[in-house]
C-alpha cells in the first residue's frame, strides 16, 4: 500500500442534501493507491449517495470530488468520459442487462467504450470472466440462470472489462452464503495484488473488514467519523462503532480472523 500523499480519491468538504434532508455534511475521505478501503455506516448514513457522488452519478450541493488528480465537476464530456473509464463499479444487485449473455454483459463496455469489434470485445470478455473466477461454461448464459455467487462474479467480471485503476463494490458478498462470500473476499484480494488496483467498498459485512481491507472509514454524524486500520477504529469512543465492533458478532469475525492468520 502507498503512503499517504498517493491519494487516488480525495473528497474534500463535501455536502449531499435531498430537500430539507442533509445526508452528509463537510465530509472528507481519501482513498490511498493499492489499499482496500471500507466504508461502513448505520441505515440512512449515506454510504451509497457517497459512492455516487465519486463515481459521478451524483452532484455535490458542496465540496470537492477529485480523483485520479481531477475535479470531476470541471470537466468537459469527453474529459470526464476518458476519467470515468478508468473506475470500475460493482453496483449491489449486480445490474447487468438480463438480455444479455454473461459475455455479453461484459462485452458490452469494450465494444462501446474501447472500440473493439464484437469478436474481439467477446473474445476479451471470456478472459476477464476467467480473471473473476467464472468457468467459460457461464460464458453464453443469461442472468437469470445464474446463482447469486456467479452474477456477482459476471458484475465483476464487467467492471474490470476496461483495466480500471479504480474498483468500486457497494456491498459485494451481500446475499452471499459464508463459503461463498469469503471465496469472493479472497478474489478481490487476489486481484488487487495482481493488478494493482486501489478498492473502495461500502460494506457491513464484518469478516470482510476483517479479512482484506488495509482501512475503514466510518459514515457518522453526516461525515467520516474516523477513519483508519481497524485496530485503531475499533477503539474510537463511539456508541455505534462499540456495538458494531465489540457486539457478539463482531467478535466472532476478529476471533476468526485472528484464527487464520495463526494457521498461515
Request: charged letters at 20%.
Amino acid at each position: 500500500m502507498s503512503g499517504a500523499g498517493d491519494a487516488v480519491i480525495r473528497v474534500r468538504g463535501l455536502c449531499n442534501r435531498f430537500g430539507s434532508q442533509s445526508v452528509h455534511e463537510r465530509l472528507d475521505l481519501e482513498l490511498y493507491r493499492g489499499e482496500i478501503l471500507a466504508v461502513v455506516g448505520g441505515s440512512g448514513s449515506g454510504k451509497s449517495v457517497l459512492l455516487r457522488s465519486i463515481v459521478g452519478l451524483r452532484r455535490p450541493d458542496a465540496g470537492s470530488v477529485e480523483v485520479l488528480g481531477q475535479h470531476l465537476a470541471n470537466l468537459g464530456d469527453a474529459q470526464r468520459s476518458q476519467v470515468e473509464r478508468r473506475f470500475g463499479v460493482l453496483f449491489q444487485k449486480g445490474a447487468l442487462f438480463s438480455s444479455l449473455t454473461i459475455a455479453e454483459n461484459v462485452a458490452l463496455p469494450l465494444i462501446e467504450h474501447a472500440g473493439l469489434s464484437r469478436a474481439d470485445a467477446e473474445h476479451l470478455a471470456g478472459v476477464k470472466l476467467a480473471l473473476a473466477g467464472l468457468p467459460i461454461s457461464a460464458a453464453d448464459k443469461y442472468p437469470a440462470s445464474l446463482s447469486g455467487g456467479m452474477i456477482k462474479r459476471a458484475a465483476l467480471a464487467r467492471a474490470l472489462a476496461l483495466d480500471p485503476d479504480i474498483l468500486f463494490l457497494d456491498e459485494p458478498t451481500a446475499g452471499l452464503d459464508p463459503i461463498g462470500a469469503a471465496a469472493f473476499d479472497q478474489l478481490i484480494l487476489t486481484l488487487r495484488d495482481a493488478l494493482g488496483l486501489s478498492v473502495l467498498l461500502i460494506t457491513h459485512d464484518l469478516d470482510t473488514l476483517y479479512t482484506i481491507t488495509d482501512r475503514v472509514a466510518v459514515l457518522a454524524q453526516k461525515k467520516v467519523l474516523v477513519a483508519g486500520p481497524l485496530a485503531e477504529v475499533e477503539r474510537a469512543d463511539d456508541p455505534w462503532i462499540h456495538h458494531y465492533f465489540h457486539g457478539p458478532r463482531g467478535r466472532a469475525a476478529a476471533q476468526a480472523a485472528a484464527d487464520a492468520e495463526q494457521e498461515h
